[in-house]
């Protein structure tokens, strides 16, 4: 069975720029997760996307946002970029919402300039 | 308090030594627990899911669970330096999984 994919895998963009992520989770996962890592951060959680609804949302700007399509594959954007929005972008897949084991996908490293 | 916590390290062991990892969790309902590893510049990987209390055992790795004193922890036997990364704790909490902030474990050859 195929894994988590992300597209693109490095991105570099200038400030004020927006950025389109993409995800495709697992076939059969229906749960799309996303976070953001920083060198010296752990995971910082932004959304929880689930049958194309939004059900959980991290501390985040409203200049992250993201959505669901019907074949679960999903998107976030980021807006506006700044330059603390550099950081590795990680995707992850799970069966069903609620705290379901999660597999990760192999991540989006943004660099914004 | 964080619902996840974890010892950010880093632990040394040398080569060939046990390693233990631990985490506490706030969340008295939760029912199932993760660790993850993550090498640098990497993605996390699951590597142990346990559910129930006691030991869980995958060759070199064992997952303990304590649900009563809100506590589970990972032990790596005979560690090799390949097992130097950042072990992440995860549980469900309040319907979504949260993650503490990892320990960095380094294996000293």
Redesign the interface.
Known sequence: KAGVTQTPRYLIKTRGQQVTLSCSPISGHRSV?WYQQTPGQ??Q?LF?YFSETQ??KGNFPGRFSGRQFSNSRSEMNVSTLELGDSA?Y?CAS?IG???????????TRLTVL | QKEVEQNSGPLSVPEGAIASLNCTYSDRG?Q?F?W?RQYSG?????IM?IYSNGDKEDGRFTAQLNKASQYVSLLIRDSQPSDSATY?C????F????????TRLMVKP
């Open positions: 997760s752990g995971l959680f929880e059900r959980n590795l990680l799970s919402t609620g705290g379901n084991e999660q597999f990760f996908g192999p991540g | 939760s199932s993760f993850y990497k993605s996390p990987e699951l899911s992440l995860a549980v469900p909490s319907n979504m999984l949260t993650f503490g902030g990892g």
